[in-house]
């Protein structure tokens, strides 16, 4: 039962992200890099701080947590996975919700999976290590197959129909910034791998073990958004759009920056939800360490379902669709493996 409402938490956090990016387009007459900044506060400093407060009780602080050790490659790890958020956005540009998402996400699973038993020196060809390795590639198969029904639509759609269903589509220059994107995004579980040390003190001096990780997700976040703010400052410097934010009338510029928080909180809900429905998971498991897999994947999954009502996939064959299926299936495959392997 606890494992269920573990990986439940992990869901609803999934389908605030794969939401995150519906906000986005209701925002007006702002450049990329100014809605990318305003949001990027909201997702990655004002609401990850309000959740690193609750793993705070009387008498602490959240100094006292972070002077506990790895405090400072947390938030290395954070600027190399800013680099990953930074292009992620611009994945989606070039291939759409749907397919961006998915080949992103997939190999930020994968990467972000194995590379921190890797780092610890852990044996991933027998018993766990093993199960882990069966479980991640059971999800690239996945990710492979949808990565397939994207080639079948852009075989199948005009280059008209591409355009009406994904503005910028690109698909070369989108494949490239899409597995970048995913691999430097996998920073993001090593760094919460380093604040382990922070954990366990909120853990053992009776904090909510709910919230212990929230704090490092805070500092893996901060490192993020220095590379984000970097970028689109020098964007606006180079296209001279500062003067945006102000220039847009008192409704619009409050519009904006409400939907640019609702896009933060979006945002932020994965990871809130990842490490809450991580304590419902028996530490020393597969499903724990499988938990980073678990939540890219149900991320692309319902990625995949926004495009669908985002007609991304609108007016291609039934083969295509049927791919597609196919590699949901998969996904949601490679989660059933790795939780009866729990058992």
Not at 9 to 19: D, E, F
Not at 82 to 91: A, E, H, I, Q, Y
Not at 158 to 168: F, G, N, P
């Amino acid at each position: 039962m606890y494992i269920f409402i573990g990986l439940l938490i992990i869901a609803i956090g999934s389908i605030g992200v794969s939401s995150s990016y519906i906000p986005i387009n209701k925002i007006k007459d702002w450049s990329w890099e100014n809605f990318w900044m305003v949001q990027g506060i909201f997702a990655w400093i004002v609401f990850p701080f309000l959740g690193a407060l609750l793993a705070i009780d009387e008498g602490r602080s959240l100094i006292d947590m972070w002077s506990q050790g790895g405090a400072t490659p947390a938030i290395i790890y954070g600027v190399l996975w800013g680099v990953g958020g930074l292009t992620f956005g611009l994945g989606m540009r070039y291939l759409g919700v749907a397919l961006g998402q998915s080949i992103g996400m997939g190999t930020c699973s994968a990467f972000g999976t194995i590379l921190p038993p890797l780092l610890a020196g852990d044996d991933l060809f027998h018993g766990k290590g093993l199960l882990l390795l069966i479980g991640v590639s059971i999800m690239i198969a996945g990710i492979a197959i949808i990565g397939y029904a994207g080639s079948l639509r852009n075989q199948n759609l005009s280059e008209e129909e591409k355009r009406a269903a994904i503005k910028d589509f690109a698909l070369t220059k989108g494949l490239v910034v899409a597995f970048l994107a995913g691999a430097m995004s996998a920073c993001f579980n090593l760094g919460l791998e380093s604040g382990a040390p922070m954990k366990e003190y909120a853990i053992t001096a009776g904090c909510n073990t709910l919230f212990a990780g929230l704090p490092v997700i805070f500092l893996v976040t901060v490192g993020g958004f220095c590379t984000n703010a970097a970028y689109c400052i020098y964007q606006n410097i180079k296209n001279n759009t500062a003067g945006e934010y102000l220039k847009v009338s008192p409704g619009v510029l409050t519009s904006n920056i409400l939907f640019c928080a609702l896009a933060g909180v979006c945002w932020y809900s994965q990871f809130f939800g990842l490490e809450t429905g991580r304590s419902f998971l028996p530490k020393d498991g597969v499903l724990y360490a499988f938990s980073w897999s678990i939540l890219m994947s149900l991320n692309v999954i319902a990625s995949n379902i926004w495009g669908i009502i985002l007609k991304e996939w609108k007016g291609v064959g039934a083969k295509t669709i049927g791919v597609l299926l196919l590699g949901l299936a998969v996904l949601i495959a490679s989660i059933i493996v790795v939780s009866i392997a729990q058992q």
